[in-house]
């Protein structure tokens, strides 16, 4: 449908440019008029009202370990859960992860705080989750079970006692975009 507007669109031009002569120079105009505001307005309805409901140019996925799933549905909602359908109940890293690294067991995360649950809890003290800084994600995608979230310094105690290879890169999310 939208395709037929924008040829509809480019045809009124073609006409109004090579086929109306000279002498109806203001019913040409018009006729160009119409057809640049026909390809204008079906395009903005298309990226106004269509989007949304899909994917956004900028969201991706991609697997990591087992069977889960690395998502980017928007900049702050960029999380890791199992593949396909998915609850509360699944284990899954909630939002927002800013660095991944896995292998074929484990998933690590770094994550900080979504931009509406950052700044001050109501009663004005720093948010208590992210004061020390950013929250870390281990998930074993063997057993499964995640731990989190954790300080830096538990992070690594917990990376050496599960025996997570030292060499399992940390690298921004966008780094693994294909």
Do not use: C
Request: hydrophobic fraction near 45%.
């Amino acid at each position: 449908m939208f395709i037929a507007f924008i040829i509809l669109g480019a045809v009124l031009i073609f006409i109004s440019i090579f086929v109306i002569k000279r002498d109806k120079k203001s019913f040409r105009i018009i006729v160009l008029l119409l057809g640049i505001s026909l390809i204008l307005s079906f395009g903005m309805v298309y990226f106004a009202i269509l989007t949304p409901f899909g994917r956004g140019f900028l969201d991706f996925s991609y697997r990591v370990a087992g069977n889960y799933v690395l998502y980017r549905n928007s900049a702050e909602q960029v999380f890791v859960a199992p593949e396909g359908n998915w609850t509360g109940e699944n284990m899954m890293i909630p939002p927002r992860i800013v660095e991944i690294g896995w292998d074929q067991k484990f998933v690590l995360a770094k994550q900080v705080p979504v931009e509406e649950e950052s700044g001050s809890d109501k009663d004005g003290s720093v948010d208590s989750l992210f004061a020390g800084g950013p929250r870390y994600w281990i998930l074993d995608a063997e057993v499964p079970r995640v731990y989190g979230p954790l300080t830096e310094k538990e992070f690594n105690s917990l990376r050496i006692s599960l025996t997570v290879h030292p060499s399992v890169p940390f690298e921004d999310v966008y780094y693994w975009r294909k």
